[in-house]
């Protein structure tokens, strides 16, 4: 047997396109802020890639850049004029930050409805409390959205996510539980990892290290989402052993599995943001 390959890219522009039609038919412009400190190498592909896909869809994007020395003051009061500003719906600052920032009290400091990455604590609350409120972390989201579209039956699976970050392991949990999975949230220093892989109907790889998830682990038919991007001997690869394959269902493939979705999400999460902010307006 060999997996169905899960084609994140095709999936995103086709999410894209919905979007792209959906924006068009509204009244006003959404505006999307992205805040990149520094010149980090990773970040700078994604920033490209969100400015680049914003565009595409029609929405207005506007790159805030900051030299790697900014203080947290001048970060603080960009944020401050961003979330003031009617013509902005969605606010995301592009981490890792540079160390001497206080990462947590910028992003806390992003008004909770304009917070399109999902991560300040008041939308971390609403997805725990199940709330339609809670703007979602653009992966996990875009995970979820990759299971429901290939038709995976999630309701009682054993779903096992390796990295508990606040930006994937941690949501992607919460967003499975309330999909009816038994969650186990592991991570790279879990012992048995191994008898957890086993048991498990759902993989999702996001501990950054590469193919952690070893093929002979892997229980016949489970779905596997592979969220890393590591070089291993100069080349990109996956938390997954790719030999992984011959035992799945489903596969994502690294790259063009999970990381167009991210991007996709973003977007989606900005036009959520720009319609709730809109009804949210008193009526005259
Ligand atoms: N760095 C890596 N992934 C992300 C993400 O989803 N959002 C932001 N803001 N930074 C990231």
């Known amino acids: 047997m060999s997996a169905k390959i899960i084609n994140g890219k095709k999936i995103a522009e086709e999410l894209q396109n919905l979007l792209k039609k959906d924006v068009a038919a509204l009244p006003s412009a959404i505006g999307l802020a992205i805040v990149q400190i520094g010149d980090d190498e990773a970040s700078t592909i994604y920033v490209r890639n969100k400015l680049k896909a914003a565009a595409a869809v029609g929405i207005n994007a506007v790159l805030h ?166 070089r291993l001997n100069g080349k990109l690869c996956g938390d997954i052993e790719p030999a992984a394959i011959q035992k799945a269902s489903f596969i994502t493939p690294v790259p063009g599995g999970v990381g167009p979705m991210t991007v996709a999400m973003l977007l989606h999460n900005t036009y959520e943001a720009y319609l709730k902010q809109k009804q949210e307006k008193p009526t005259k």
């Not at 993989?203 to 038919?221: F, L, M, N, S, Y």
Request: with cysteine; proline share 5%; hydrophobic share 40%.
């Open 65 to 230: 850049k900051f030299s790697e020395d900014v203080s947290q003051t001048k970060v603080s009061s960009l944020i401050t004029k961003l979330n003031a500003d009617p013509d902005v719906n969605g606010i995301i600052i592009q981490l890792p930050l540079p160390a001497h920032l206080d990462e947590e009290t910028l992003l806390e400091s992003i008004k909770p409805e304009k917070d399109v990455d999902g991560f300040h604590p008041l939308n971390i609350g609403r997805l725990q409390n199940g709330s339609d409120k809670a703007l979602i972390a653009a992966t996990p989201k875009g995970i979820l959205y990759l299971l429901e579209n290939c038709g995976i039956d999630l309701c009682g699976g054993n779903a096992l996510i390796i990295g508990c970050s606040k930006i994937v392991g941690r949501p992607a949990g919460m967003l499975l539980l309330q999909k009816g999975c038994t969650v186990t949230l592991a991570h790279i220093h879990t012992k048995n990892l191994p008898e957890l892989i086993k048991n498990a109907d759902i993989i999702i790889a996001a501990c950054g290290c590469p193919q952690t998830v070893k093929a002979e682990w892997v229980k016949q038919g489970a779905v596997l989402i592979d969220v890393g991007i590591n």
